[in-house]
């Protein structure tokens, strides 16, 4: 996940954030061994208020072109809940996991830099239309500002990896000097996956900013769901 994708995601959080229940994900044992623990998705958005018979998808909308793939989709009723399993879902558009994380290879360690996968985004639809209106996302609880607040994405593996280590990165953000601690600890399952990026420390003193942030596969807090209307 990059410095920017953390940075929009702050910035959307101050045009509408709603609550939600998380509900547990099960393991999925099989013959060849373990998979993805991640099986379904289950929320609840508590404070829905966009109606009736919206389209919930899983999907992705690139970044420069703004072309739509979609995985799966379901309903999402009129109280908010949604359930999306993710047992026979496997995205079409597999892309090596170093480019999608823009992983620093020289920095850390990758179990295995040929594995292929997807993000997943949630897209909310009218039932009427070809594009989303609407994108929706999770974040923990706590303050965004705090320490121990978080981001969540949805990643699709090909097979089990891992990635571990420690990478540093130097920027310059609204005229300040940002150095950026990244602390990974990502261990994949083939199928779909949680990245948790959780902000571990914050400093600020004078132009210096500090930051350091550490990914994992799970929460460790209480999260909630806010959607924001997009234009394609």
């Not at 996940?1 to 953390?6: Q, V, Y």
């Not at 706590?142 to 593996?157: A, E, P, Q, W």
Request: net charge negative.
């Amino acid at each position: 996940m990059e410095k920017i994708r953390i940075l929009i995601l702050i910035i959307i959080l101050s045009i509408m954030i709603v609550g939600c229940k998380k509900e547990s994900n099960i393991s999925n044992p099989s013959a060849e061994g373990e998979k993805s623990n991640l099986t379904f998705i289950k929320d609840t958005i508590e404070n829905w208020t966009l109606g009736k018979r919206k389209i919930l998808k899983l999907g992705l909308i690139a970044n420069t072109t703004n072309a739509i793939t979609e995985y799966v989709s379901t309903t999402i009723d009129s109280n908010g809940i949604f359930f999306i399993s993710l047992d026979q879902v496997k995205p079409s558009n597999l892309t090596s996991i170093v480019q999608i994380e823009n992983l620093p290879v020289s920095f850390i360690n990758i179990s295995d830099p040929n594995v292929k996968g997807a993000l997943g985004e949630m897209l909310i639809y009218n039932p009427d239309t070809v594009k989303p209106s609407w994108m929706a996302a999770c974040i923990s609880k706590i303050n965004r500002d705090s320490i121990g607040s978080y981001t969540l994405d949805f990643l699709y593996v090909e097979s089990n990896m891992d990635i571990t280590g420690t990478f540093v990165g130097y920027s310059l953000v609204d005229g300040k000097n940002d150095t950026v601690t990244y602390n990974y600890d990502l261990h994949y399952k083939a199928g779909w996956n949680k990245i948790v990026c959780t902000l571990t420390s914050r400093t600020e003193y004078g132009l210096n900013v500090n930051e350091s942030y550490h990914f994992s596969n799970s929460e460790n807090s209480d999260s909630e769901w806010f959607v924001w209307f997009i234009r394609l």
